[in-house]
């Protein structure tokens, strides 16, 4: 890259939050007199917590780094070039920060071509270049082991992948024309469209490899040395380096490319223009030359660079990776009290998920009860189950998985949490059952002992209310499956005292979940919008249009159709938190009698997902009544009403107070249900579509924040 095109790209991003991630050099003898290989080490001066990231600084700095190389290659002094990443990260792609200082598409475009260019000058180094891959690598992180000639896996990478489409990118410095003419469409549609696409699937070091990311697979402990001694093999010649041939087949390339863009119509109902975007430069990647796959990206990157759909997707990026480890409204953490033993009130399978998780987390006793010895065996027989399958896939050593076991006790009486700090009821959803739970529970815990409960709509106040000590009583609703969801609603009540809150939250961040403060209003945030949501989608149904229609209209708004999602969540649950928020706003809310009827056949869902994918259950079918005068939506009627009445609903919660602020709703939306990163959660879809406005009057989101600028 030119110094031209370097001061270019660095005025384009001139901004002070880059952490300049160097490059220094060092000299390895290769072992039985092979020669001497130059190794980069990619280190932006920080821990394994700030990874190695690429901006505009980084690019200029790796070109000079390759660019003396080069020149001591010619000269003889060197006879291979490596690049390794600091301990536990290789890199994780460009540094998006700078993102919201690019202006225009000029400057975008000079970010695409530096990476390119820099990363070209690498790949066309006159001697053998090598990847060692010790650490996380995304993005342009393995766009840089790509262009290496010879690539290392440690076994012990926690994460591979090219995650751009997840954002609302392309993978722009190399990836979609370097992956596929390695590994050939396929495999390459699965790293850059399909696992994007499925919440931003990881590979692990050695799935990586078995998709042909690497040539060879090594041990951790070593990963260095053994690196450098194979790439020692490798240019003696002791080791060749054999690739399957890819299937440039023109048939089958387009017909696998048909068949990802399908997905994409499943995933997105073509709302984003990133994963076709992608697809067209990997249908291009068959015959394209390295010069136009690599001209072709930088047009595409340049264009999605200034998209309102990237400014989203960093906009919920920024809300995960910095809003959800300072929750807004949180007391002072000093005020946490510590907890020691922790009692679950229940034995199902949600309080033995519960248990399961305060266990592996807290590392404390954990005492599960319930009303007889059948079910308390069953709840602590889950919980050994679970970890008996950790230790057979080798994240639990012998040591942990008996330690484990023996912190999980059961038992019929309550007796036990008498010194327990924090106790949680996981019971049926009904309050004079939890009431009476609690009534049970005061009688025996100290008095700062925390009472939470997991309930998923209910008022804290009125479960609080006929306690000697309300104070105490805090929410604290998880969702299923636990150990997978991230959010954790924590909800005061009433009479909630700032120490109980603080020991909430506290909680909730060594559980290594994303806690967000909600008030004490009926199903809190994110039921209480998928409750508008699903009880839309089912008035609609029941006035008449086919549930199909309803279904395909919610692609790309949310993260699966209403009718699956219902499925997912149980009819019962969602009948009851439907009612509940009929009771509390019979204006606004709906109680479908389909879904009444679906309850009382005893069904699970409307559809037979037996075989992987939703097929309409008959029997239900004939449970879905067609009205005298059916009024049938189209699919972009379907979604604007639905829009609409969210719109609505997000803006008296606002109101309300129910949330902080709109960021906290799509939070909770993207870590609690699934919407996309690209959309933002849903308030900016809902300001870039216009319904904001036109709905409640005004933008949820400042112009800019979450929209690229005009």
Known sequence: MSATTTEKATAATDFASEVVTRTPVRDIA????????????????FDHTKPNTFGPQSIAGLSATVAQLRERAEAGEIVAVAVTGKPFVFAVGADLTGVPFLGSRDQALEIARAGHATYAAFADLPVPTFAFVNGAAMGGGVELALSATYRTMSAGVPAVALPEVFLGLVPGWGGCWMLPNLVGVEKAITVVVENPLSQNRMLKGPQAHALGLSDVLLEPADFLEESVAWAARVLSGEVTVERPEVDRDETAWNAAIAKAKGLADVKTGRQARSP?????????????????????????????????????????????????????????????????????????????????????????????????????????????????????????????????????????????????????????????VKQQVFAEVEAVVSPECVLATNTSSLSIAEMASQLEHPERVVGFHFFNPVAVMPLLEIIPGEHTDDPTLATAFAVGKALRKTCIRAADRPSFIVNRLLGRFMGEAAK?????????????AFAGLAPMPPFVLIGLVGPAIALHNGETLVRAFPDRFYASPTLQRLVAAGKRGFYDMSTGRPVLDPEVAELVEQPAEPVVLDLAQVRQRVLTVLADEARRMLDEGVAQAPMDIDLAMITGAGFQFWNGGITPLLDRTGVAEAVTGARFLPAGVANAPA
């Open 276 to 432: 076709y975007a992608a697809l067209d430069l990997l249908a291009a990647a068959r015959t394209a030359t390295r010069e136009e796959g690599f001209a072709a990206e930088d047009e595409v990157l340049a264009d999605l660079l200034m998209s309102d759909e990237l400014r989203a997707g960093l906009y919920a990026f920024e809300l995960v990776q910095k809003r959800a480890k300072r929750p807004a409204g949180a007391p002072d953490k000093a005020l946490a009290r510590k907890v020691t033993k922790v009692g679950i009130v229940g034995a199902g399978l949600m309080a033995s998920q519960l248990a399961l998780l305060f266990i592996q987390r807290l590392q404390v006793p954990v005492v599960l009860t319930d009303i007889d010895d059948e079910r308390v065996a069953k709840g602590v027989g889950y919980v050994h189950a679970e970890l008996d399958k950790l230790a057979g896939k080798g994240r639990l050593n012998p040591d942990r998985l008996n330690r484990y076991k023996a912190l999980v006790t059961g038992s019929t009486s309550k007796d036990g949490f008498a010194d327990a700090d924090f106790v949680i009821e996981a019971v049926f959803e009904e309050m004079s």
């Open 30 to 45: 290769l072992p039985g007199g092979a020669g001497t290989l130059a190794l980069i080490t990619l280190d932006n001066g």
């Open 540 to 552: 609609i149904l029941d006035e008449g249009t086919p549930i199909e229609v309803v279904d395909r």
